[in-house]
Nanobody, 126 residues
Framework: QVQLVESGGGGVQAGGSLRLSCAAS????????MAWFRQPPGKERKFVAA????????RYSDSVKGRFTISKDTAKVTVYLQMGSLKPEDTAVYYC???????????????????WGQGTQVTVSS
C-alpha cells in the first residue's frame, strides 16, 4: 500500500522551467523504481521518464531527452522531474508511478506500475 502525491505543476511560458515532485508514503520497501507519465488533452497517457531506486539508471522518452531530468531523494522518498525548455506540446497532466522490484523491467508500460498519483497539471503557453 503505497500512496503518491504529485506537486509543482502550474502555468509557464514556452522556454521556461518547472520542477515536479512526487512524495511516496506507506510501505515503500519493495520499490524497484519510479516514473513519470503524462497525458496531453485529448491524447493517451505516455511514458516520460523513469529512475531505478537502488541504481544509477535513468531512461527518457525521445520527446523529452535533453530537456527533462528525473532524480530522487531516498531520504525523503521523493522523485522529481526537472523540466526545461518547455514547449506547448508539453502541456499535460503529469502522473507519478511506482513499480516493485523485479528481474524484468518494462519501464515504459503503464502495466508495470502498481501505484499512481492523482496527477498535476502543467500548462505551457505561447
Amino acid at each position: 500500500q503505497v500512496q503518491l502525491v504529485e506537486s509543482g505543476g502550474g502555468g509557464v511560458q514556452a522556454g521556461g522551467s518547472l520542477r515536479l515532485s512526487c512524495a511516496a508514503s506507506g510501505d515503500t520497501s519493495s520499490t524497484g523504481g519510479m516514473a513519470w507519465f503524462r497525458q496531453p488533452p485529448g491524447k493517451e497517457r505516455k511514458f516520460v521518464a523513469a529512475i531505478w531506486w537502488s541504481a544509477n539508471t535513468t531512461r527518457y522518452s525521445d520527446s523529452v531527452k535533453g530537456r527533462f531530468t528525473i532524480s530522487k531523494d531516498t531520504a525523503k522518498v521523493t522523485v522529481y522531474l526537472q523540466m526545461g525548455s518547455l514547449k506547448p506540446e508539453d502541456t499535460a497532466v503529469y502522473y507519478c508511478a511506482r513499480r516493485r522490484r523485479g528481474n524484468i523491467v518494462q519501464y515504459t508500460s503503464e502495466s508495470s506500475y502498481d501505484s499512481w498519483g492523482q496527477g498535476t497539471q502543467v500548462t505551457v503557453s505561447s
